[in-house]
C-alpha cells in the first residue's frame, strides 16, 4: 500500500494561510488523482480539493472555493493544498488521498472514489 504523509497543519488566525503538503515518500503520484479531504469529530469526511493526474483539472468544495488551491508537484511526488482567509470553519483534521481510478482532465471529491488515506494533519483556526 502507498504510504502517504501529510504536513503543514498549525494553529492559525482567522485569515491567515497554510500550505498543507501530500507527500509520497516511496513511490510516484505521478499518474494519480489526489484529492485533499477533512474531518471534524462526529462529523463525516467531506471532500475539500481534488486534482487530476496531470494536473490539468481541479474541484473544489462550495464552502472553500476561491480560498484554498490545489496544485501538484510530480517531480517531488507531492500535492499541496494552499489554504487563504482561512475561518474557524476551517478547522478539521486534513487528509489527503489517492484515487481508485484516475483519469486524465477530471477528477471529483466523493469519499467512495479514494484509498490509501494519510495519518492527516490537524489545522486550528482561532483568534
Known amino acids: 500500500q502507498l504510504q502517504l504523509v501529510e504536513s503543514g497543519g498549525d494553529l492559525v488566525q482567522p485569515g491567515g494561510s497554510l500550505r498543507l503538503s501530500c507527500a509520497a515518500p516511496k513511490r510516484t503520484l505521478e499518474y494519480i488523482t489526489v484529492a485533499w479531504f477533512r474531518q471534524v469529530p462526529g462529523k463525516q469526511r467531506e471532500g475539500v480539493a481534488c486534482?487530476?493526474?496531470?494536473?490539468?483539472?481541479?474541484e473544489y468544495a462550495t464552502s472553500v472555493k476561491g480560498r484554498f488551491t490545489i496544485s501538484r508537484d510530480n517531480a517531488a511526488n507531492t500535492v499541496y493544498l494552499q489554504m487563504n482567509s482561512l475561518k474557524p470553519e476551517d478547522t478539521a483534521v486534513y487528509y489527503c488521498?489517492?484515487?481508485?481510478?484516475?483519469?486524465?482532465?477530471?477528477?471529483?471529491?466523493?469519499?467512495?472514489?479514494?484509498?490509501?488515506w494519510g495519518q492527516g494533519t490537524r489545522v486550528t483556526v482561532s483568534s
Open positions: 486534482i487530476s493526474y496531470e494536473g490539468g483539472h481541479t
Open positions: 488521498a489517492l484515487a481508485h481510478y484516475s483519469s486524465q482532465g477530471y477528477c471529483n471529491i466523493v469519499k467512495s472514489a479514494y484509498h490509501n
